[in-house]
């Protein structure tokens, strides 16, 4: 079996036996009601939707006894807090079920969940790891290798767990992973169409991923200056118009979405007054969005737990931990440094703009799509230096057991069983089975140049 193939099969097989037949959480809740919502009964308003009972989460019913509290209150009616232009491309499988006779959510939640995590996450989580496959071909290794380190990669980190359930984390994931390759063949047209979806699926991590690409754009059209001088100008304006078009429908269409739903052209769950009903858990001190610190100390505290504190995202992707001895490769290339970008100005919108470190679930969620810029690093790390296979198979060892609990969890719960062990364990190997014939950080990044 060729191994693209298997390692499909392996994911597909995860996906398929992960995906959950109820709603996890608020979060995942408000998604599902906002898609069911537009297809039977052809509205944003959830105030009918089945989400906002108990019935579809069970088993743990009793603990949602309004449903998703993830919701605005607009003119008298409840919408979802969350982006408006996921919800309308996953109402499109359900609206074939429907179309082809299938039950509706009201009338089995179970399966309504079960399809949408596996068109969303389920799929997100597939295409995530056959991407990181061609990246690990495109830096060097042979397709077998590529296959063992991609699988490796999506087993052992927060992939895993956030596969399970509707979310736009896993999914952004996704998005990043195809950008990374569009970007590294120079399709112009589906890198701007890609960018412009990461804008639209989040708005603090996805305004942050469009800034890195175009600055990557400019500085990498190919032989620019010589192109100039052969005098083409128009492939020129060709590359750079495509790349625009690209970007700009998504990006549009999100904002008369969300112009639709709320009559605001900027995050309608930025705004406090939508917030304002009974038994509404947020209020201005608890949104997200703005500058949440007493103190610079006080950011700089919370900025570092963010990635290495108990919810931090290395403590839950220890294999990535070999991204820190990656990163002199990195910045010797053009892929590198956007990669950096990403994973540095995510990183600090999210921890300048919040203060709950994502709430209740697994890790910092908002940092699940950092798997994919920080993984590139590891496989071009790999293919480069190959004494570090041996640490990044004993850390990813700790990984897989860590996030196959959380797999089995699921991604809204409140922490990994014996994360401290795993975590203390990691940081360990990580000292202890560093490469003693460490080379140069210069000599390094004048190889990857």
């Known amino acids: ?96 079920w429907r179309q ?11 399966l309504f969940c079960r399809g949408m995590t596996l068109c969303s996450s389920g799929f997100a989580f597939c295409v995530t790891g056959l991407l990181l496959m061609s990246l690990g071909q495109r830096v060097g290794h042979s397709a077998s290798v590529a296959a063992v380190i991609a699988g490796i990669i999506s087993m052992s980190t927060l992939a895993l767990p956030y596969s399970r359930s509707v979310n736009n984390h896993i999914v952004l994931a996704a998005l990043v992973a195809g950008l990374l390759v569009s970007l590294d063949s120079h399709r112009w047209l589906l890198s701007g169409l890609l960018a412009g979806l990461c804008y639209s699926t989040d708005l603090g991590a996805g305004p942050a991923i469009v800034l890195g690409t175009l600055a990557y754009a400019v500085c990498v059209i190919p032989n620019l200056e010589q192109q100039l001088k052969l005098g083409r100008i128009r492939w020129i304006a060709r590359s750079i118009g495509a790349g625009a078009v690209g970007l700009s429908v998504p990006v549009v269409l999100h904002h008369v979405l969300n112009f639709s739903v709320a009559g605001t052209w900027g995050p309608a769950n930025a705004h406090p007054e939508f917030f304002h009903w009974p038994g509404c858990p947020f209020d201005a001190a608890t949104l997200s969005g703005g500058w949440s610190h007493r103190t610079p100390i006080h950011f700089l505290g919370y900025s570092i737990d963010l990635l290495a504190g108990k919810k931090g995202f ?8 070999l991204v820190l001895p990656a990163i002199p490769i990195m910045l010797g290339s053009s892929l590198g440094r956007l990669c950096l970008s990403w994973m540095a100005g995510v990183w600090l919108v ?66 990994v069983p014996f994360f401290w062990v795993g975590y203390v364990g990691s940081l360990v190997l990580f000292v202890g089975l560093r490469p003693r014939n460490r080379k140069s950080p210069v000599k390094v990044m004048a190889r990857a140049a």
């Open 350 to 415: 999210y921890a300048a703009g919040s203060k709950n470190a994502s709430g209740l679930c697994i890790s910092v969620r908002w940092y699940v799509p950092l798997v994919v810029p920080a993984a590139w690093g590891v496989l071009t790390l790999l293919n480069q230096r190959p004494e570090y296979t041996k640490p990044f198979l004993a850390l990813s060892a700790i990984g897989l057991l860590m996030n196959s609990a959380a797999w089995w969890l699921g991604p809204w719960s409140a922490k």
């Open 100 to 110: 082809a006779g299938g039950p509706s959510a009201a009338e089995r939640p179970d």
């Open 1 to 96: 079996m060729k191994p693209r193939l298997l390692l499909l099969v392996v994911l597909l097989t995860i996906a398929g036996v992960g995906a959950t037949d109820h709603a996890g959480g608020w979060n995942d809740g408000s998604r599902l009601a906002a898609i069911e919502s537009l297809v039977d009964r052809g509205t944003w308003c959830i105030d009918d939707s089945v989400f906002l009972t108990p019935r579809p989460y069970a088993p743990a019913a009793d603990q949602f006894p309004r449903g998703t509290l993830d919701r605005m209150m607009i003119d008298g009616h409840y919408y979802s807090d969350k982006s408006p232009l996921p919800a309308v491309l996953l109402a499109g499988p359900y609206w074939l």
């Open 314 to 321: 290395y403590g839950h992707n220890p294999g990535l931990l």
